[in-house]
């Protein structure tokens, strides 16, 4: 192990003082909370918030849409047959996805993929 000396002494407090208000201010991300109105109804209980779309780098897709569908306790959305690939994240909550070949239960942070034209 190196020692220390003065100079390095000092650049580590100068260091640790200038980060530690970073770590003061971090927080954790929380889920948006929509009003009963934002958004399309799907479903009975299930609203579909546009967040944005954004062009895409990769090369199978032209451009990049995020949504929010957001589930009252108790609803339930149709199965239905996908449009388009989607990587899907659990924001908040959880529930149960059925799909044709399986079921599994979701929580939040978790993730799961559907492709297109499959349920």
Not at 85 to 108: H, P, R, S, Y
């Amino acid at each position: 192990m190196k020692t220390m000396n003065r100079r390095s002494a000092i650049a580590l407090g100068v260091t640790a003082a200038a980060v530690t208000p970073l770590f003061a201010l971090a927080r954790s991300a929380t889920a948006k909370e929509y009003g009963p109105n934002e958004g399309t109804e799907i479903a009975p209980g299930v609203r579909l918030v546009e967040v944005g779309t954004g062009t895409s780098d990769i090369p199978a897709y032209k451009s990049i849409s995020i949504v929010d569908i957001v589930f009252q306790p108790g609803a339930v959305a149709p199965e239905e047959v996908m449009d388009n690939d989607m990587v899907c994240t659990i924001a908040a909550g959880e529930f149960t996805i059925k799909k044709a070949d399986k079921e599994f239960k979701l929580k939040e942070g978790d993730m799961y993929t559907c492709a297109k034209g499959k349920t």
